[in-house]
């Protein structure tokens, strides 16, 4: 079984100061959480911004400052975001890979939010999923396909098919969004089974799903995601910090005699020596 890669989502577009004094949100914060995820054995980072006021944004300046300030302190692959939340038009959506990371996300569908007050419609239509998928090839960025149910796969193939994805392809399964697929392991195993041979693939596990799904993926010889974009709890009333969240999947995989990659090791299982 290949080494375990994990990827640390520190801020996302939801989680506030008011819910966790952990979540980084300027430039140096996130900077900060970068240096100390990867002691803790993290070797990708997948980077949200947030404005002056906490709120998402796609404002290439200040993803520009903060991929920056992460590469200064950091060997770590850093993936960008390009989540409709944060920005507007497709353009606006594309701005954060201007400032050149390796690796960027790609939602390959539309979902509802249902959890949130009042609820979020995440839209991605076919036109912006291929304007972003080509912005990427034409940067030599390779994307991270987010999958939140099982047709989310099927889109990223046909990219593979068109062309707009190389393979060997890198997909998120996304497990236990209100609105998404629920995060059991019935349908881990189904979500795992619909990608491509040569896929690599991470899990995402929401809220107190987080450790279950990271222990199914380590076992099923898949990667994993954590922090407090996804969780912001360590355990039932104990805010995390997202290092701790790092800690605990290297621990597990150390226990269940997986190697955890650094992340040169993480680049090559990746396949980024072709791409970036």
């Known amino acids: 079984m290949e080494k375990l890669v994990i990827t640390v989502a520190p801020t996302g577009s939801v989680p506030r100061k008011k819910d966790s004094p952990h979540v980084p949100m300027t430039p140096d914060e996130i900077a900060e ?10 070797s990708i980072i997948h980077v949200h911004c947030r404005d002056e006021n906490e709120r998402p944004t796609s404002r290439f300046e200040i993803f520009k400052e903060t991929v920056d300030k992460i590469r200064k302190r950091t060997n770590l692959i850093v993936m960008t975001s390009t989540s409709g939340i944060a920005g507007t038009t497709d353009a606006d959506r594309a701005a954060p890979l201007k400032s050149k990371p390796e690796m960027g996300s790609l939602t390959t569908g539309t979902l509802n939010f249902a959890g949130r007050t009042p609820s979020v ?21 390779k994307p991270e396909i987010e999958a939140f149910d099982v047709g989310f796969i099927q889109q990223g193939r046909k990219l593979i098919d068109l062309g707009l994805v190389k393979e060997p392809a890198h997909f998120q399964l996304v497990m236990g969004v209100d609105g998404g697929v629920p995060a059991t392991p019935d349908n881990l195993l189904h979500l795992r089974n619909q990608l491509p041979p040569t896929a690599t693939y991470v899990v995402a596990g929401m809220s107190r799903m987080q450790l279950p799904m990271t222990t199914m993926a380590i076992l099923l010889g898949g990667h994993v995601r954590v922090g407090l974009e996804d969780n912001l709890y360590l355990k039932k009333g104990v805010l995390a910090r997202n290092e701790e969240l790092v800690a605990r999947a290297r621990h597990l995989a150390e226990d269940l005699q997986r190697e955890v990659a650094t992340p040169d090791e ?11």
């Open 121 to 141: 419609v995440y839209v991605n239509s076919v036109e912006t999923i291929q304007y972003l998928a080509k912005a990427m090839l034409d940067l030599r960025i």
């Open 266 to 276: 993480a680049r090559k299982i990746m396949g980024l020596s072709a791409v970036a």
């Open 33 to 42: 959480t970068a240096y100390l995820s990867e002691q803790a054995g993290a």
